[in-house]
Every structure is written in C-alpha cells, then in structure tokens.
C-alpha cells in the first residue's frame, strides 16, 4: 500500500499566507495539515509516500525530509495545475501495481485509517452537508455501495459530499479512466477531475463502498481554519514547552506555543496556536493563529491568522497578515 497526497495547489483562498508558504504548511493546532494526514496514514502502516508537488514544492520537501526521515518519499511536480486527476496521473509509474490510498493535501478527518486500508474494496470517505453544490457528490445504494459521483452538480441527488479520501484497489483501472479521460479533454468545471475518473470506475463494474468519517475539518479559507484550530487544539490537547519564558502572562486553554517562544505581560488564549521562537509582549490573543519567527507588541487579536517572519507593533481587532510583514500601528 502507498499513499499519494496532492499539495501542488496555490492556496489563493488563503492568500496572503500562501504567496509564501504552502497551504499544507500553515500551522494548525500544534502542528500542521500536511503532518496531521501523513501521521495518520504512518497509524494506518503506510510507509511509502508519493507527494505531488508544484506551487513552493521544495518546502513540501525540505519539512517531509526533516519532519518524517523514516518514511520513503517521492516527489512529482506538477507545473501545469489542471486539476487533481491530472495530479494523480503523473505518479502512475509509481504506484500502478500497488493498492493506493489518496488523501487530498488540505483534508483532515475522523476516520478509522486500518479499516479503510484492510478493506476488500475500493472505498471513498464522505460526510452529510447542508449544501453539496460545492463537493463532489456520491449516491449511495445498499450495503454502503457507491453506484454514482459526480464533481460539484447543479442539481444534487444526493447530500454526501466527498471529503478527498480513497481508498483503490483497481489501480491499473483508475489510470486507464484517467488517461482516457484527459486524452478526450473531459474535464469539469475546467479542470481534469478524479470523481470523473471514480465515476468511470464504477460504470466498468469496479466496486466502490462509502465511509462516513466523524468529522471533516475545512483548512482551506481562514474562517473556517480558525474553526478547525480551535476545534483540533481539543482533540489533541494543549501543548508548550517548559519554559519560565511566560513571565507575567494568564494561558486560556487550549493553546499550542511552538518551541524557544518568549511570552511575558500577556494573555493567550483560547483556541491559540503560536509558531516557534516568537516574541510576545503585553499583548492579548484569542481565536488565532500565529506563525513563527513572529514579533508582537502591544496588540490585541481575535480571530486572526498572522503569517510567519512578522512584526506587529500597536494595537488592532482582527488582522489576516502573511509572512515578511511589518507594521506598526502606534
């Protein structure tokens, strides 16, 4: 078994944060979102990763290759974005004979990894929303079986929406569904997309069952980051180093502070996660992610996102700052 995660996309709904760093690497409850899928992947016994990379690629390998030394990597680029089927095609020649899981690089969910990898079939990860306009869709008959996907319908006949989690088994079949799909230009909505390839899938008699994953965590916008922060900081707990460091600061749990950080004359917290080596004084932060490197004076933050390498001297509300950032508002 290996696993294929895409990352190669640019993150623009996260903009400014993402002209410097890659959406998988925004901080995110202690960790990250790409080290939040391949930690779970590693508890499921996959040790062979392929990475397709593009946007920032050679972070996505400098954090992999310091982060996880133990597991076997590959890393593909994908200079021309047309879509996530067109990013699955290029690792064929890695993974064709193997049984693949394929985790999209900006989804996170409650599942059980093992039991979807120990599956006799094919399997795709879904969840009920309010409104499925916006997801991949699939129809569900008895016995959990997939008979129908379809990427972002008009008219929905279905309410569970796909999270960006398969499992596949026919692998040969899903590249001849991709190949023969980007060689008669078949795209949706612009792009080249693996639910047309699934959908091919199915209707050459391959079996595809659904499972439901307990929660679905939305990194790719800040609102809904913040959310998920807040939201992942209980389900992994607070986290900081042993430090005097802190002097003259109240800590609101739950927060995560990165390494080496000096915090004093403040209040942090709740929902806070804090890059490493950042310096923090009178200052008071709820609801927000702070990257690392960052240097904060005299400010107030709710519900804010601050990008690494950024200095912030006065006073605010809410902010949403990328990395490299200096501003003073004395």
């Known amino acids: 078994m290996k696993a294929i ?29 790409l080290s939040i899928i391949i930690d779970q992947l590693l508890e499921g016994g996959i040790r062979e990763y392929v990475f ?9 390998q400098d954090y992999v290759r310091l982060n ?21 095609r290029l690792t064929r020649n890695l993974v064709e004979n193997d049984e693949v899981m394929i985790v999209l690089g900006d989804t996170i969910a409650d599942y059980d990894v093992k039991a979807v990898i120990q599956s006799d079939t094919s399997m795709i990860g879904i969840k009920k929303v309010d409104d499925p306009r916006s997801f991949g869709v699939a129809e569900i008959c008895e016995d959990a079986e997939v008979s129908h996907v379809v990427e972002k319908p008009h008219i ?17 079949m899903l590249f001849e569904c991709l190949e023969a799909n980007i060689s008669q230009g078949i795209k949706t909505h612009g792009e080249y997309s693996i639910t047309d390839a699934i959908d091919c899938m199915i209707r050459k008699g391959a079996a595809f069952k659904a499972f439901k994953v307990a929660s679905w965590f939305d990194c790719g916008k800040r609102d809904t980051l913040l959310e998920s922060n807040a939201t992942l900081l209980k389900k992994f707990g607070s986290k900081a ?90």
Request: aromatic share 6%; glycine share 10%.
């Open 68 to 88: 996880y030394p133990d597991i076997t990597a590959h890393f593909i680029y994908q200079n021309d974005r047309q879509g996530i089927g067109h990013a699955i």
């Open 156 to 172: 929905p006949k279905s309410n569970l929406a796909l999270v960006g989690i398969y499992k596949i088994k026919e692998t040969s």
């Open 241 to 330: 180093e042993p430090s005097p460091a802190y002097e003259n600061t109240v800590m609101i749990q739950p927060v995560s502070i990165g390494k080496g950080c000096a915090i004093k004359n403040s209040i942090i917290g709740p929902n806070v996660t804090i890059g490493d080596n950042t310096n923090i004084d009178y200052s008071i932060i709820k609801n927000s992610i702070i990257g690392a490197y960052s240097n904060l004076f005299d400010i107030v933050l709710d519900d804010s996102l601050i990008g690494s390498d950024t200095v912030i001297r006065g006073e605010t509300r809410t902010l949403n700052i990328g990395d490299n950032t200096d501003i003073d508002l004395g």
């Open 52 to 60: 397709v990379v593009g946007y920032l690629g050679e972070k996505i």
């Open 5 to 33: 995660i895409p990352v190669a996309g640019a993150g623009t709904k996260l903009r400014p944060h993402t002209y410097t760093q890659p959406k998988a690497l925004i901080p995110l409850a202690g960790k990250t979102v």
